[in-house]
């Protein structure tokens, strides 16, 4: 996970990486952070707790997501290789071929056919019956053994899909990568100097080595025959396409890239001497402020009006996810309101997060899908700072209500005899209020010294809302105090509450491996197995968002515009996902909710009739 997710931060944030080749890596990095966590999370926590079962519709998530990746790696390694082929065989017309809207329709397709493989392939296993064993001799969802093994019904319909759909998105793309490295071989051959052969070698030899990896090991996995004498082999050689095929290729790809390496020395050096580059950045803002200006009144967001293709389709998944995200959060907020047994410390720090992030897409969703739909990207400066100021407060109200719930878990289960004294309403009701509070003064303070600042030049914010950074970009004063502000409130608002989620994980993990019983561990566990995940989404997107804008000095990158995307809509929309797939008692609640609504609605149906 670190070293692809360094690698795809090192290709947001570096000016240097900003081609094809480290456009498609970024995306390859991404997919394996992915691809990692869609097994390895469950695996761990199975050996862990020593619970290993896992429910009908956990195991068809697991597998889809899981084949949705698989198939996107296929093709995406694919298109990397043309890559490569167009760089080596046509170098002339490289940057004409190879575009930046040809590199995005190549992405999107490896994913769509991830998904399309994925979504037909599930389709056809939840047509089985299962009435047989339900132990999979596996650790991860498969489709081999859940064919083979716990259905009962006729898999030959299954199987020749599967098989269809294997040959048609696999097979292709490792033709077309043969294909490609056949040309490129033959093109390097005839290269008349050693220096230039290795240079062109050295351009394709990282992907190359990825390549051999994933393709070897997943053929030896697939290919060789159902037995049971096999089936201890090819789950160690699994672990080589789902563990160490991820954990090696950011490894190549840093060390025989010489880019990535300099790119890797660079990005230390700027984290190690940050005193420097704010030096230099300040010389150009006073080179600004000596320059006559006019007071700007209102600032242009951008949004994503580069890709005019994808307005219509930015806006319905945008609309998708900001409704899924208010329905799924009220649907949450209101259960827990509803229902005294949800009446407890826990339930009511969740029923404050699903509020919260209500109130957090609130602030920038509307607003963007208005300039997708009106076309006007106009806001006033009092607009701007209030969004600004709205969206540090809840930012920073979430991070501290994340590390109190972290706090709650970690009194539940190393102080279970004790949890209702000292997590009593009065305790809970401060913390909460504690959150807000620290949220509200933080961003009254950001607010505030945004004020004192002066805007010439050019009011255009490469941004879809008011972010802090872009603003202080575009001043034209002395912004010393904001980014040294802005450090401070980093540390003390991000990083302090971070810590303290860590030591809290790391008693509740300790103590969890005390207990005697796999029972008692699996139940200690599944109580902040939901806050655990919710924790890596929110603070893994906007760290990766963040943390790219204070080593790049292009902030409004659409890089990170699309990672803004993710904690401003996916994680709202996905905590009440993990919440109610991942929690009895909310999943009791809501059907509870869910029947006396059909209820009342059969009966005013039956009264009208």
Not at 22 to 35: A, I, P, Q, R, T
Not at 100 to 115: F, Q, V, Y
Not at 187 to 203: E, H, N, V, W
Not at 515 to 530: D, V
């Amino acid at each position: 996970m670190s070293g692809n997710l360094l690698i795809l931060l090192l290709v947001l944030t570096d000016q240097h990486l900003q081609s094809p080749m480290y456009f498609f890596l970024g995306n390859l990095s991404f997919l394996e952070s992915c691809y990692s966590s869609t097994i390895l999370p469950r695996m761990l926590a199975s050996l862990l707790t020593g619970e290993r079962a896992i429910s009908v519709n956990a195991c068809f998530i697991q597998f889809y997501l899981f084949a949705c990746l698989g198939g996107a790696e296929c093709c995406l390694l694919s298109v990397m290789s043309y890559d490569r082929y167009l760089a080596v065989c046509k170098p002339l017309h490289y940057t004409t071929l190879m575009n930046g809207r040809l590199c995005l329709h190549l992405a999107a397709i490896s994913w769509i056919s991830g998904i399309l493989v994925s979504s037909s392939t599930t389709f056809s296993i939840t047509s089985l019956s299962f009435c047989g064993p339900n132990e999979i001799d596996h650790y991860l969802c498969d489709l081999s053994p859940i064919i083979a093994e716990i259905s009962c019904s006729d898999t030959s319909t299954v199987e020749m899909t599967s098989f269809i759909f294997a040959c048609a998105f696999t097979l292709p793309p490792f033709l077309l990568t043969l294909t490609s490295y056949v040309l490129i071989i033959v093109t390097i051959l005839r290269i008349p100097s050693t220096t230039g052969r290795q240079k062109a070698f050295s351009t394709c030899s990282s992907h190359l080595t990825v390549v051999s990896l994933f393709y070897g090991t997943l053929m030896l996995v697939y290919v060789l025959p159902l037995s049971r004498d096999l089936r201890y082999v090819k789950k160690v050689f699994s672990l080589f396409y789902t563990v160490f095929t991820p954990m090696v290729n950011p490894l190549i790809y840093s060390l025989r890239n010489k880019e990535v390496k300099k790119a890797m020395e660079k990005g230390f050096r700027k984290f190690t001497n940050h005193a420097a580059f704010q030096k230099s950045y300040m010389e150009d803002i006073e080179e600004l402020q000596r320059e006559n200006y006019t007071e700007r009144t209102e600032f242009v967001l951008t949004g994503f009006s580069d890709f005019h293709e994808l307005q219509a389709l930015l806006f319905v998944v945008i609309l998708v996810g900001y409704v899924v995200a208010q329905v799924g959060n009220s649907l949450i907020f209101v259960v827990i309101g509803a229902y005294p047994t949800l009446h407890t410390p826990m339930y009511f720090f969740l029923g404050n997060l699903s509020f919260l992030e209500i109130c957090y897409t609130s602030i920038t969703i509307p607003k963007m899908l208005i300039n997708i739909v009106m076309d006007t990207r106009t806001i006033s400066y009092a607009g701007c700072l209030l969004q600004m100021y709205f969206f540090a407060l809840s930012g920073a109200a979430e991070c501290f209500l994340l590390t109190a719930m972290a706090y709650d878990r970690y009194v539940a289960i190393c102080h279970p005899l004790h949890y209702f004294l000292m997590m009593s309403r009065r305790v809970c009701v401060g913390l909460v209020a504690c959150s807000w509070l620290g949220g509200s003064i933080i961003a009254l303070i950001q607010a505030t010294l945004m004020v004192r600042l002066h805007f010439c030049q050019s009011n255009i914010i490469n941004h879809f809302f008011c972010d802090i950074v872009p603003l202080i970009k575009l001043a034209c004063g002395d912004t010393s105090v904001n980014e040294n502000e802005l450090l401070v409130v980093s540390v003390f608002v991000v990083m302090i509450p971070f810590m303290l989620i860590i030591v809290s994980y790391i008693h509740i993990i300790s103590t969890i491996l005390t207990m005697p019983s796999a029972e008692s561990r699996r139940k200690a566990f599944s109580t902040c197995s939901s806050h655990l995940m919710v924790v890596s989404l929110f603070y893994g997107t906007s760290s990766a968002t963040y943390l790219g804008n204070t080593t790049a000095p292009e902030s409004g990158s659409q890089s990170n515009k699309f990672l803004s995307l993710l904690y401003t809509v996916v994680t709202p929309m996905l905590n009440p996902i993990i919440y109610s797939l991942r929690n009895k008692e909310v999943k009791e609640a809501l059907k509870i909710l869910m029947n006396k609504g059909g209820d009342c609605l059969h009966l005013r149906l039956k009264s009208s009739g």
